[in-house]
């Protein structure tokens, strides 16, 4: 049996005193989108700068002074971060009327300067290609030239490293083989368009802040970001930060994935649905390792009915893989989580189960999660 540790914090994220410095590997979050009127409120309630720029309809006023209050939470992330610690910041960039002029707001650049300037290494890049049912997608003067706009239909998954690469001791290098993703999905997750994931909709019930509905204030993201980003970019047992917690997607990704998290959240209203998001984790942490090893068989058979199977075998579950650095990969998966006191959860792990061949097992909790199929095709033979 194995556990971990899980800090919620009902604070600021531009001071996280709480942290110490070097103790987080990876920092997964969706901060509050500058310029996105959904956000105009909450800037401007920490920030007179921000509604006095509002207030005289100065965009580019506005805009810096909202990066101004982001930039101090990145120079947080970096103090807290150890040596190759990573960040993953998903963020959208703005289209908004002000100032009796349309025009774009570049979220994603102005966070890329900000994390260039605080010494962080800028790596590549993931554009999430976000799905949409809108029935009208023209902005502007619709089919006549020179003032139609494109419509945004996509978000950035930026992420930089604190340094140079993470160097791991030989315990970590045990902890890393372990923590192996499979082939098939290395060549799905590290492509630099993700097509597969659906935005979330929240379950917030009726909590409130302020007398607002939460359910326009969190911005969530769906679990499969959090969690796939989680088992790209940290071992098991490494400590997950999201400065920006919203209603807990990224806890209870990290205790679906065996790591332990820390979460700021300045909105104290989200503390139920924060609760209650992490109450789901167990179940989704059980189907997702199911999914994955299920697609996983699934992967192998198709491989073998080409004439190509997998030339190595795995030792915890003693089926094919492609390649000799799968050979220790070994899912966890949560089977209790307890809260402890004031904000801190406790959760227990155990290795994860041999899967029946299918990648149908359908994921509990759908709506708020995108999926986790296998993606069969290759991108490159091993």
Known sequence: METTRHQVHFADARRMDAVPDGSVSLVVTSPPYPMIELWDEQFAASDPPVAQALAAEDGNRAFDAMHARLDAVWRECRRVLQPGGLACINIGDATRNIGGEFRLFS?????????????????????????????????????????????YEHEYILIARNGGPRKFSPADKARRRRSAFFWEERNKWFSDVWLDLVGARQLLGNAKVDDRDTRTRSAAYPFELAYRLIQMYS???????????????????????????????????????????IETAVPLGVASAQRRLGAHLDFVQSREEAGRPCRHLNGPYGFPVVTAQETDLQFIVPTAVAAVTGGIYSAEHEPAPLAARSSQIELPFASINGSVEADLEEVSRP
Request: no cysteine.
């Open 107 to 151: 979220n994603h650049s102005r966070i890329l300067q900000a994390l260039m300037a605080l010494g962080f290494s800028v790596l590549p890049d993931i554009l999430w290609r976000k799905p949409t049912n809108a029935p009208n997608k023209f902005l502007g003067s619709g089919m006549l030239p020179a003032g139609a706009y494109v419509t």
């Open 235 to 277: 071992l098991i047992g490494d400590t997950v930060l999201d400065p920006f917690l919203g209603t807990g997607t990224t806890t209870a990704a990290a205790i679906a994935g065996g790591r332990s998290s820390i979460g700021f959240e300045i909105e104290r209203g989200l503390e139920e649905p924060i609760r209650n998001t």
